[in-house]
């Protein structure tokens, strides 16, 4: 069955610093990937998204995302974070068994220090 | 904002009563997925419903059933509530059987005392 991880649960950074969030995924096959971002209080908005091609995706609100298949990762990188980036992000795996439901991983929480 | 959306935003009801979520997805998806965040599950996947009809299940108890109407909108049903049921419950929708985008609703969250 397919899985995500996101080792890091809280990482904190400052205000222009750059960020990365990792997401590692076990699937048979290519994977369609996803990262969502939940601000407190709201529900799931979807940063970007990956199905094929390009490994470098770009996403809304200056995000990007590399798929490494070698590495069976996702990471979502930001080159300076704003203090609205505060969130918990979550990594997303499209699973099998049909359908096509979302499977997460356990998020991370961002904290921005000003 | 989605197009997604879900009523009502607050619930709180005792143990063993039953209550009733509403999601109505955004226009033209024909998909709607439900899913349950809880502290210690994290984000699961309950359910889908395609076109009225029930495309995937996920870990959904058999006291949990949901449905989707002629006009889309998806009902999501929590029978026999157990303190463990409190959560916050997500509706999603897409636009095919095989759209893999799905936007979420801004949820509801169930407190059950």
């Known amino acids: 069955a397919q899985s995500v991880t996101q080792p890091d649960i809280h990482i904190t950074v400052s205000e222009g610093a750059s960020l990365e969030l990792r997401c590692n995924y076990s699937?048979?096959?290519?994977?369609?990937l996803f990262w969502y971002v939940q601000s407190p209080g709201q529900g799931l908005q979807l940063l970007l998204k990956y199905f094929s091609g390009d490994t470098l995706v770009q996403g809304i609100k200056g995000f990007e995302a590399e798929f490494k298949r070698s590495q069976s990762s996702f990471n979502l990188r930001k080159p300076s974070v704003h203090w609205s980036d505060a969130a918990e992000y979550f990594c997303?795996?499209?699973?099998?068994?049909?359908?096509?439901?979302?499977?997460f991983g356990t998020g991370t929480q961002l904290k921005v220090e000003l | 904002d989605s197009g997604v959306t879900q009523t009502p935003k607050h619930l709180i009801t005792a143990t063993g009563q039953r209550v009733t979520l509403r999601c109505s997805p955004r226009s033209g998806d024909l998909s709607v997925y439900w899913y349950q965040q809880s502290l210690d599950q994290g984000l699961q996947f309950l359910i889908q419903y395609y076109n009225g009809e029930e495309r995937a299940k996920g870990n959904i108890l058999e006291r949990f059933s949901a449905q989707q109407f002629p006009d889309l909108h998806s009902e999501l049903n929590l029978s026999s509530l157990e303190l463990g049921d409190s959560a916050l419950y997500f509706c999603?929708?897409?636009?095919?059987?095989?759209?893999?985008?799905?936007?979420f609703g801004p949820g509801t969250r169930l407190t059950v005392t």
């Open positions: 699937y048979g096959a290519t994977p369609y």
């Open positions: 997303a795996v499209v699973g099998t068994g049909g359908g096509n439901k979302l499977t």
């Open positions: 999603a929708s897409s636009s095919g059987p095989n759209s893999y985008e799905q936007y």
